[in-house]
Nanobody, 123 residues
């Protein structure tokens, strides 16, 4: 199983970026998937998680209202649309998938991880 994330880069404050992640090797439509991030010197934290493909995503308070999560089961992919980004959003973003079904916000519940894509928000 592999997760391949892409779409990171440099954005100005108030700008937008969209991250993509495609899974190969198995399908995750009935399982938990999500996005985490890790800023320099900080622990990895959840950004948004989804318990299953039909469930509502659960956003961290720091991104709710600015980021939008979506899933495409046909492409076995998830996306993170980031709007009104702030310097504090600067981090390496990881997509993650779990063999479990449920809503989990801790990284230990996820079995598969992408390599991470760097998002830098700076003027």
């Amino acid at each position: 199983v592999q997760l391949q994330a892409s779409g990171g880069g440099l954005a100005q404050p108030g700008g937008s970026l969209t991250l993509s992640c495609t899974a190969s090797g198995r399908t995750f439509s009935g399982n938990s998937m999500g996005w985490f991030r890790q800023a320099p010197g900080k622990e990895r934290e959840y950004v948004v998680v989804s318990g299953w493909s039909g469930g509502a995503p659960y956003y961290s308070m720091s991104v709710e209202g600015r980021f939008t999560f979506s899933r495409d089961n046909a492409l076995n992919s998830i996306y993170l649309q980031m709007k009104d980004v702030k310097p504090e959003d600067t981090a390496v973003y990881f997509c993650a998938a779990s063999s479990r079904v449920g809503l989990f916000t801790y990284s230990g519940a996820f079995d598969y991880w992408g390599r991470g894509t760097l998002v830098t928000v700076s003027s």
